[in-house]
């Protein structure tokens, strides 16, 4: 495998508890198994050497590669044009029929096909487990392998005959047009039974479940909007990343992608972030998912009514999928990082911040719909009260932020608005459903952050609200203060803001998350524009009624989308996509700023043409 291929050169595949990145040169080069946060399998995407790989690929060098998702499916279809055929490999991890059990067994599989001439393809599959910390050993058998390490047992199944490179796998298989092959990866505990073995017919029964799955389940989208394809594949995206046994999205499927390569900026996103979740989960229920809203709720009640984080808050920034709160961060120092971006970090050192917003995205999510309010029920709603009951006592305090700051608490502008929209969140529902809470006190308490944001966080020689209280720094998080109902989106002081913006964190309709000069976050290095932010500042120019503008940012983003429209955290200088990839954030952002460019633009057009 010569080089590394772009973050952004790879498609997704996914079970619901698992997934994989396939690059576009037929390898799977990142997979973790039995579920998102557990040690990887491969990860040649984070090591070349020490990593490990899935590949097939033709064995010419003159190759065009062309890779597509099957119309609003997670199936992957990756085409090798050859002067001397054309082939396929079709890739598809298909959904358990209950795919809230949790389970060891994961079914990677892999079908080969030429649909043009004869192709050659060369197969290689080398384990690397533990993060390439653990030894295996190979059983092999004609075209049966398992692979044997700590804890985990992997099976290869194929229709061709496999040969052992020392305790690894490869084979050479050549096909005719019209002519397939299938090898099918699955993990299961030590000892367990082994899959029985690869046939035509299960192949294409697995194929069309899978299709029938994705195909059902996003019928149940609501949008019909101008941005229909995209859309489709960010919820998709978006479902990929819940762990189905509890419910748990989680922020991205890979760790230790770099926001600047050769920087320190390396984070591991397969954890639950409050924020993330509550954010998704509200874009879900907007696009008629109640179910996974519902699944999501019921995770974080346990949550809250579990035993206290060690910082002795309500809750965790973050938590594991399974809602466990160890998520210490070690070094995997014999990893050499992506491109050299080292360190590689897995765990994430965050979890034991303060950051005071998490308790608005959660209020944020859980008030928004009607039919989750409902399904919420009495006791619900008593976790809601004495939130917010501790909430206001405990809003007017410096944090670290939305973005996760490792150089010292500040009174962040962002936090102190998103501690107001809990509270006026809760104070909503409880009158709209009239339910016993301390609304005096919560009113006052709602009043007295948002006197505070507009005479601390506003700047009068900035002529914008900043950061936090005292700096002169612009934040791209309060893109969010007129999205959340803070203030008008179309009030002087936010269109100022909005200005202020545009001339120091836009380029380009990318919009940077801060100046990290002006703002020290306690880390060396730079980023790229963020993605999140990108969107949400089209939504931000949707509802100020500047729509040329936001359009025209919605159209040049989305030619950063790669080339089965995903987006990663990051984009860099050159275009190139950066960070964790796919990120929750981006899509749910994505989805967020469609529909409100829609809903504004239908605006615009009844009012140029009212009804007769």
């Known amino acids: 495998m010569p080089g590394y291929p772009p973050i952004a050169d790879h498609g997704l595949i996914g079970d619901l508890q698992s997934a994989a990145l396939v690059s576009a040169r037929g390898a799977v080069d990142w997979f973790c198994a039995p579920r998102f946060d557990s040690p990887s399998i491969f990860a040649s995407l984070l090591d070349q050497e020490r990593g490990g790989h899935f590949t097939i690929a033709p064995v010419l060098d003159d190759v065009t590669v062309r890779q597509l998702y099957l119309p609003d499916t997670a199936v992957l279809i990756t085409r090798f044009l050859t002067p001397e055929g054309v082939g396929e490999v079709v890739d598809f991890m298909p959904v358990a029929e209950r795919p809230d059990e949790a389970s060891d067994r994961h079914r990677l599989v892999r079908v080969l096909r030429v649909v043009r001439g004869t192709l050659a393809f060369e197969v ?203 998520l210490s961060e070690e070094i995997l120092d014999h990893l050499s990082g992506y491109r050299d971006s080292a360190p590689v970090r897995a765990g994430n050192g965050a979890v034991d911040q303060l950051q005071l917003d998490i308790y608005g995205e959660f209020a944020y999510a859980m008030t928004h719909s009607s039919d989750l309010a409902e399904v919420a029920g009495y006791e619900g709603w008593k976790g809601i009260s004495t939130l917010l009951d501790w909430l206001a006592d405990h809003w007017d305090r410096p944090d670290e932020g939305i973005w996760e700051t490792r150089g010292g608490r500040q009174d962040f502008t962002y ?32 009043d007295a952050i948002l006197v505070q944001v507009m005479e601390r966080g506003w700047n009068p020689d900035r002529q914008a609200f900043v950061q936090h209280y005292g700096s002169e720094v612009l934040d791209a998080s309060l893109l969010l203060m007129p999205l959340v109902g803070f203030i008008s989106p179309k009030a002087p002081s936010w269109l100022a803001t909005l200005d202020a913006m545009d001339r120091e964190l836009v380029t380009d309709s990318l919009v940077y998350r801060y100046n990290p000069e002006a703002s020290p976050d306690g880390l060396r290095g730079s980023e790229g524009t963020f993605s999140l932010c990108s969107f949400l500042y089209v939504e931000a120019l949707a509802r100020a009624g500047r729509l040329d503008q936001a359009r025209y940012a919605m159209d040049k983003m989305l030619t950063y989308a790669n080339h089965v429209g995903l987006f990663a955290e990051e984009i860099g200088p050159t275009g190139e996509q950066l960070g964790n990839f796919p990120q929750a954030f981006t899509h749910l952002a994505l989805i967020t700023a469609a529909m409100a460019l829609d809903e504004e633009l239908d605006r615009a057009a009844e009012a140029w043409n009212p009804p007769r």
């Not at 609501?222 to 998709?236: C, E, L």
């Not at 301390?438 to 308490?445: C, E, N, T």
Request: glycine share 8%; proline share 7%; with cysteine.
């Open 415 to 446: 936090s102190r608005m998103m501690c107001w929209v809990a509270l006026d969140r809760g104070i909503r529902l409880a009158t709209e459903y009239a339910r016993p809470a301390d609304l005096p006190r919560w009113i006052a308490q709602r």
């Open 124 to 326: 290689e599959c080398r384990p690397r487990f533990d993060y390439g910390r653990a030894e295996h050993t190979l059983t092999l058998d004609g075209g049966s392998a398992t692979f044997h390490a700590p804890g985990l047992d992997m099976h290869l199944r194929s229709s061709v005959p496999l040969d052992a490179d020392g305790q690894d796998v490869r084979a050479t298989v050549t096909l005719r047009q019209g002519e397939r092959a299938g090898i099918v990866l699955e993990t299961a505990s030590p000892g367990a039974s082994a899959p029985g073995p690869v046939t035509a017919p299960t192949l294409e029964e697995e194929l069309r479940e899978t299709h029938a799955y994705w195909h059902g389940w996003i019928r149940r989208c609501r949008y019909r909007g101008r941005w229909q394809q995209m859309v489709n594949r960010s919820a998709i995206t978006l479902k990929l990343l819940i762990y189905a046994p509890t419910g748990a999205p989680i922020a991205a499927p890979t760790m230790g992608l770099p926001e600047q390569v050769g920087g320190e900026r390396n984070w591991d996103y397969r954890y639950t972030w409050i924020r993330d979740a509550s954010l998704s989960v509200r874009v879900l229920l907007d696009l008629g998912y109640i179910d996974e809203a519902d699944a999501f709720r019921r995770w974080l009640g346990a949550r809250f009514h579990g035993p206290r984080p060690r910082n002795g808050e309500p809750m965790q920034i973050m938590y594991r999928i399974d809602g466990d709160t160890e």
